[in-house]
């Protein structure tokens, strides 16, 4: 059972009989007290994405959670069950549609870089790589000479998500996209 002080970002911490992981950490150091630093963390709750802010002293205990990060590919979905795919030992794991319906945004069958979080051998989220490349299906025609800093249009995506895209950007081309601020990038390395 590590000290406060011994947390580091990233950490799964067991906090009011939930699971959370600590996203940042910030030190202070109170004037005329004695001792002790305050470390104040954000944490989000693993299964809902719930943030909470929570102040501790140096010396005070936390418990580390029972977490597990695999490696995963998106298989099928079955109706409101979406089926992932372990890398290494093909075992299956199924997440309920309401639970991951932010992050299916973002998830097409050749994704690279995506996690299932298992808490108590139950997977209960998805970790997301930092970016995505998806498919453009749907925008206005692009204008010859639309310069990479002018204005920008919307354009759908194969999965469903609207982004904002250069205007020189067409119909069929593969863009990254930067998953936590949902923004265009550039165009998708061609191989």
């Known amino acids: ?37 305050i470390y104040r963390m954000r944490m989000y709750e693993v299964v809902t994405g719930s943030k909470i802010d929570e102040s501790f002293k140096d010396s005070d205990m936390l418990n580390l959670a029972d977490l597990t990060r695999r490696a995963v590919t998106f298989s099928y979905s079955d109706g409101e069950e979406y089926v992932f795919m372990d890398s290494e030992d093909y075992s299956s794991y199924s997440l309920n549609k309401e639970s991951i319906e ?7 069958e050749d994704i690279q870089g995506l996690l299932v979080v298992i808490v ?14 998806l498919e453009i299906v749907e925008t ?7 310069s990479a800093t002018a204005r920008t249009k919307p354009a759908k995506l194969s999965t469903g998500l609207t982004v904002q895209v250069p205007e020189h950007i067409a119909t069929g081309e593969k863009i990254k996209i ?5 923004k265009f ?6 191989k």
């Open 1 to 37: 059972m590590p000290k406060a002080s011994e947390i580091k970002k990233g950490t799964a911490v067991d906090f009011n009989d939930k699971v959370y992981i600590v996203r940042d950490i910030e030190r202070s150091v109170p004037q005329g007290r004695a001792g002790g630093s």
């Open 102 to 108: 932010d992050q299916l945004l973002f998830i097409n």
């Open 120 to 133: 108590n051998d139950a997977p209960v989220a998805l970790d997301l790589p930092t970016t995505v490349e």
């Open 140 to 146: 206005d025609p692009s204008l010859k000479g639309g």
């Open 178 to 182: 930067n998953v936590e601020e949902r």
């Open 185 to 190: 990038m550039g165009r998708a390395d061609s």
